[in-house]
């Protein structure tokens, strides 16, 4: 797997790819691969989605003693909530990349039920806004983060990131753990994506 890191250079439009990671080795953990259709009212976005069924994590919760409702350590959620392949290792390997410091704010693409924003809110100590096209997947994920008492640095919002108002210049730095390879417009995606980083944010 390889991360990716670009910086926005306030006088060039275009995002320039700046350095790469090499490849993480832990193994990974392979999951159902499922191809979806999601269609509304401005065009049809395809994307391949990798994912368990989304209330499985509840069941696991339980399993680990949770009961519903009942607050949650995210030391305990972090084993269950990452949906992307190497656990928390390209989490933490882009929060090293990308400089990413306490107070900064960083949008995360493709966010899952929560998993990467929860922990790169925890760790890098920012706030976090996370993006997910699934109604299901971000209920979800409000639900784990509202339990985790978190929703002070992580803020869920959903629908079609290509679409989604972001504001200008709102980011100091983008993220996304394999949901944007996804995405069929990717020239669209950027040139969003790249409008809401602040000039010298990184992605």
Not at 82 to 110: C, F, S
């Amino acid at each position: 797997m390889m991360i990716h890191h670009w910086l926005r250079q306030e006088r060039y439009p275009r995002m320039q790819v700046f350095r790469s990671l090499a490849r993480l080795t832990r193994p990974i953990v392979t999951f159902q691969r499922t191809k979806v259709t999601i269609s509304n009212e401005d065009h049809k976005l395809r994307q391949f989605i990798i994912y368990h069924h989304v209330e499985r994590i509840y069941t696991d919760l339980k399993e680990l003693g949770y009961h519903d409702n009942d607050p949650l350590k995210l030391t305990d959620l972090i084993k269950l909530d990452q949906w992307h392949y190497n656990g928390t290792e390209p989490v933490d390997a882009a929060i090293k990349l990308l400089g990413i410091r306490e107070g900064a704010r960083v949008l995360d693409v493709g966010s899952g039920i929560g998993g990467p924003s929860r922990y790169l809110a925890h760790k890098a100590k920012c706030h976090v806004t996370a993006s997910e096209l699934l109604p299901d997947n971000h209920r979800v994920g409000q639900d784990l983060t509202s339990r985790c008492g978190m929703t002070g640095s992580v803020k869920h919002i959903c629908g079609d990131i290509t679409t989604t108002e972001l504001g200008k210049e709102e980011f100091d730095h983008v993220v996304s753990f394999q949901a944007v390879c996804y995405v069929e417009d990717k020239r669209r995606l950027f040139r969003h994506l790249s409008n809401s980083l602040k000039p010298g944010g990184t992605m």
